[in-house]
């Protein structure tokens, strides 16, 4: 049920703004229509996004992902690859986000570190209804490294907290948001199968905050 309301959403979407183009194209502006045209292609990328999802949630239950646990990657250069690609679906992110990021290579595969941090900051924006959120990445007690994503956002209460699990949707009804269960049940697994761990702080109203933990090289 869940699953297929993430696919809806931005599927209606799709048709109903391609519907709206073809009944109404010879009264439509060139800039309203471009307008349009642009909604179809953010819809159209969160839906291939909510799809890539659900491909990986199948092969991780499935056991069919594969974890190199003698992996390298460098988090700030990743960091700035995952900015500027979520960036684009906010208006005014790049004043929104907060962000300092030590470098470091870290013990994780690249393609999983840009899953997680695009996921989990992509959250941060979505519910933080346009206030700040703050980005940092430091070493901590020698070996590891800690990130940590702080938002001002709606929260989540300690029932919601408890239920962090694949399909969960928090406030579904309130929000009407798609891809916060799923990418963060996603992001907590692929975290814990490449040794690293995840904790979560929050309060309904006042924001929450993720710190992820990996190994360092040195």
Not at 12 to 22: F, S
Not at 39 to 52: A, D, F, P, V, Y
Not at 153 to 163: D, Q
Request: hydrophobic content about 35%.
């Amino acid at each position: 049920k869940h699953f297929v309301h993430e696919i809806n959403t931005p599927l209606n979407g799709i048709v109903g703004i391609a519907t709206l183009l073809t009944d109404h194209s010879d009264n439509l502006e060139k800039e309203d229509a471009l307008v349009l045209y642009q909604s179809i292609k953010k819809s159209g990328e969160r839906l291939n996004r909510t799809m890539q999802n659900l491909l990986m949630y199948e092969e991780l239950i499935e056991n069919n992902l594969t974890f190199n646990l003698k992996a390298s990657d460098e988090v700030s250069a990743t960091m700035r690859q995952v900015l500027v690609s979520v960036q684009q679906n906010y208006d005014n992110s790049d004043q929104r986000i907060e962000c300092n990021v030590e470098a470091a290579n870290l013990k994780v595969e690249k393609k999983y570190l840009q899953f997680i941090l695009y996921e989990l900051i992509d959250n941060a924006l979505k519910f933080s209804d346009n206030q700040q959120v703050c980005i940092s990445g430091n070493l901590v007690e020698g070996s590891s490294y800690e990130i940590c994503i702080k938002d001002r956002g709606i929260g989540f209460s300690k029932t919601e907290l408890k239920n962090i699990s694949s399909g969960t949707q928090f406030n579904r009804d309130k929000l009407e948001q798609q891809g916060l269960g799923l990418g963060l049940a996603l992001s907590k697994e692929l975290i814990e199968k490449s040794d690293g761990s995840m904790t979560i702080e929050s309060s309904e109203h006042k924001g929450t905050t993720i710190v992820i933990r990996f190994a360092a090289w040195f």
